[in-house]
């Protein structure tokens, strides 16, 4: 009896001790000092940016994922780029960059599909999807919704046309055929014959145009000219027919790094030691020339840009950080097409001061892009009955030396 009369007094005494503790430590309002009035409508309280949003199609799923899913990779590094800095200003207002990606499931209908939610979404500006049919299959869909499309590189510039007003090519192949020839003969003048060798797409076809109306003019004769068809695994017996007309060089045109390694093993192979060119771009040279056998790894031309190059613009090495530093990744070719076609719609939406896609696409017809493929680049093509298609001051070229050592310059056009 004792025992429950002692527990029930500490049970007593510990709700005393509570309710004196919470008593002690509520606020409680002086009368000396009024609490604060909440403060007038009036006062100007800070606002939230609002968002841009732009699409992204590209392939995530699917057979092509493996060449462009590097794009999609690439999309929350391009998100912090700006977002980071604050985001843009147009009219006074600010405004983070959200990139909005759809799957193209590697195929020209998931392409549609995947536009269609782009354009239902209310979205007035799109990354285009780089694989040429899909891209083809887009092209009329985004303008007639007038959506402003962005390519971050093509050989085939056929959809660039006045009848596709809103559609821009953000580097040019076709401008790098004179360059990149008189840096060939200047450097390997005993070629006299050349060999064209590329994949059955329409992404060459009119830079292959281009070689041969200018080849003529240089004395050089194109002594064979065949394709393949992209899911191409043994290139020997077509490398043998080429090579059965004694090039002194192979010309691919356009190339991934899986067909330009291939072609040059099964060339080398075959005894053939002249240069391996591609004027239209064949994607990142350093995963290229991973490859090929060392040996065989030698006297490769591209006209593009090294990625991991120190030499390119101070944005694209920002950028290249970012991506190394999200991913854990080297950056590659891919991650750098998606800012290549980026930073050309956001520098058009800053300088028209305007989401307006007639607005932003007069502004980019008239304006320098600080291009991160290189600087003072700008959208011209009419000389040419093309439009849109994005040129810089100098040629971007990367090679592979002896010994697979990739290096990188830009060359005077």
């Known amino acids: 009896m004792k025992r429950i009369k002692l527990v029930l007094l500490v049970s007593c005494i ?11 430590c509520k606020p409680q309002p002086s009368p000396s000092t009024p609490t ?10 800070k606002t939230e940016p609002e968002v841009l949003k732009i699409g992204l199609v590209t392939s995530i799923s699917g057979p092509m994922s493996a060449a462009f899913k590097g794009l999609y990779d690439a999309v929350e590094p391009a998100k912090a ?38 354009i239902q979404a209310g979205i007035k500006f799109m990354i285009n999807p780089i694989f040429p049919p899909s891209l083809y299959s887009v092209t009329p869909l985004a303008n007639a919704a007038k959506v402003v499309g962005f390519t971050g590189s093509g050989a085939n510039h056929l959809i660039y046309t006045k009848e596709n007003p809103y559609s821009f090519c953000c580097y040019a192949d076709a401008y790098d055929v004179y360059p990149f020839y008189n840096y060939v003969q200047k450097n390997f003048p005993e070629v006299k014959k050349v060999a064209l060798l590329r994949a059955d797409d329409p992404a060459g076809e009119v830079v292959e145009g281009l070689l041969k109306e ?46 330009t390694a291939a072609i040059t093993t099964a060339a080398r192979d075959l005894g053939f030691t002249g240069p391996i060119l591609a004027c239209a771009s064949c994607g990142d040279m350093n995963v290229t020339t991973a490859m090929i056998s060392p040996e ?18 101070t944005i694209t090495q920002d950028f290249r950080k ?34 307006d896609p007639d607005k932003v696409v007069t502004t980019l017809e008239n304006m320098t892009i600080n291009s991160p493929w290189g600087e003072n680049a700008k959208f011209i093509g009419q000389e040419w009955g093309y ?24 060359v005077p056009r």
């Open 322 to 355: 970012l991506v190394e530093q999200t991913t854990g990744q080297p950056f590659n070719f891919d991650n750098f097409m998606l800012f290549n076609a980026l930073v050309p719609a956001v520098e058009g939406i800053v300088e028209a001061q305007s989401f």
């Open 387 to 410: 439009q849109h298609l994005l040129t810089t001051e100098k040629m971007a070229l990367t090679k592979i030396v002896k010994g697979g050592k990739v290096e990188f310059e830009y």
């Open 81 to 118: 780029f700006y977002n980071n800095k604050g985001g843009i200003t147009i009219n006074g207002k600010k405004y983070l960059i959200d990139i909005v990606a759809e799957d193209d499931q590697s195929s020209p209908s998931g392409a549609v599909a995947a536009t269609n939610k782009i």
């Open 36 to 45: 604060p009035s909440k403060p007038p409508e009036t006062t100007q309280t």
């Open 214 to 259: 200018e080849f003529p003019k240089r004395g050089l004769q194109i002594v064979a000219n065949e394709r393949f068809v992209t899911d191409t695994q043994d290139f020997y017996p077509i490398v043998t027919k080429v090579l059965a007309a004694k090039p002194d060089a192979i010309e691919m045109i356009i190339s991934i790094p899986p067909w």
């Open 296 to 313: 065989y790894s030698y006297d490769i031309f591209n006209a593009a840009v090294d990625p991991a190059s120190d030499k390119l613009p």
């Open 14 to 24: 510990s709700l005393l001790v509570s309710l004196f503790t919470f008593s002690s």
